[in-house]
């Protein structure tokens, strides 16, 4: 198995219903992809423009300043104490590091990499760009012997699931049980919405509740993409087992995967401003607020979605009768048939489109 063996990228089989949706009078609402619309933070432009004298080659590991920021960063935002710069590494955004993750770790035919059943697809990407296994399952008592990687995600894209403190603790258990390293894609992480998680932070992998005072087999990753707007800076990390991490560390060095220098400088002063985070949580909040409720006048359930950008929804028929039904509104959404095949009949709907168009989907529903 290799690149060129992979299947053909799923959201090709979109542009038909995005060309639909778009002869619209009032034009396109797109909530399919959850790409951020509102500016990056003024702050962290100006650290980047700051730092565009980068004659040299960047550190793969990451600036010692940027380091210390990730591992602050997870004590102040994700109750997780006791990292030092041998804990974390920065990431060129985080959809390579899932891609590319299993080939990292040397797995290959006969290894497992287990995800979750509403899965980003990147998981499986990652698998089987290495030969190994891909299992959907959600149940740490299912996973197979042979599993050498877990990727769980919370919350969750696109299903919105946030899980609790527990439900971490038995998935790292079992995998501990198995000799598994577990990672856990929290890159939502800020964005809690139904309670608990409206008032309590979600709880991180690498929480002491979770792992005890050992971060063995453990990685939490992490992009700035959401919270920060910082989705075209391609700007990720990862944290946990300083083992785990050196051994990464070697691969990426001699792979060549190296975040920018001034993109290294904009993620350390991002990630000290707590201000801007605050801001666009309250942008999301208020758009949910007037899409949650539309969605569910115009017929559909939405299932999980405590957390993150997406609104996980079904009206009870396949989800390609669906996309084409929103798109004769003008708005496109992602069918759930591209997170897996467990859940054939809900789509995806994102959070991430202006006020206005935000305000205008809510109208075409309610019609």
Wanted: with cysteine; charged share 20%.
């Amino acid at each position: 198995m290799g690149v060129a063996d992979l299947a053909d990228y799923p959201w090709d089989a979109v542009a038909p219903y995005a060309e639909r949706a778009r002869r619209h009078p009032d034009g396109l609402v797109d909530l399919s992809i959850g790409s951020p619309v509102d500016p990056t933070p003024a702050v962290v432009a100006q650290a980047l423009a700051d730092a565009t004298d980068a004659h040299a080659y960047p550190q793969t590991a990451g600036t010692p300043a940027l380091r210390e920021a990730i591992a602050e960063w997870y004590h102040r935002r994700r109750g997780v104490p006791g990292m030092s710069a041998e804990n974390v590494l920065p990431t060129v955004g985080s959809k390579e590091l899932v891609a590319l993750l299993p080939l990292l770790l040397g797995l290959g035919p006969g290894d497992a990499v287990v995800h979750p059943r509403a899965a980003y697809p990147t998981y499986e990407v990652g698998a089987r760009l290495v030969g190994a296994e891909a299992v959907a399952s959600d149940d740490p008592s299912r996973w197979p012997e042979h599993t050498r990687l877990v990727w769980i995600n919370s919350p969750g894209n696109p299903d919105g699931r946030v899980l609790s403190t527990d439900e971490l603790r038995d998935a790292v258990t079992r995998a501990r049980e198995l000799g598994a390293v577990l990672a856990s894609d929290e890159c939502y992480a800020e964005l809690g919405w139904d309670a608990p998680w409206d008032v309590q932070p979600v709880p991180s992998v690498l929480d002491p509740a979770v792992v005890g005072d050992d971060f063995g087999g453990v990685l939490s990753v992490y992009s700035l993409s959401k919270q920060s707007n910082l989705a075209g800076y391609r700007a990720a990390f990862l944290a946990g087992d300083a083992a785990v991490v050196a051994r990464l560390l070697t691969g990426r060095k001699h792979l060549g995967l190296m975040p920018p220098a001034p993109v290294q400088r904009a993620m350390t002063v991002a990630l000290g401003d707590d201000e801007h985070v605050a801001a666009q949580r309250g942008l999301y909040a208020r758009r949910r607020a007037v899409l949650k409720p539309a969605v569910e006048a115009a017929g559909f359930t939405i299932d999980r979605s405590e957390g993150g950008l997406y609104l996980w929804a079904t009206e009870g028929r396949d989800a390609w009768d669906s996309v084409g039904r929103l798109a004769e509104l003008g708005i496109l959404v992602g069918p759930g048939h591209f997170y897996g095949t467990h859940f054939p009949n809900h789509v995806r709907f994102s959070l991430t489109a202006t006020d206005e168009r935000i305000a205008a989907a809510a109208e075409r529903l309610g019609r």
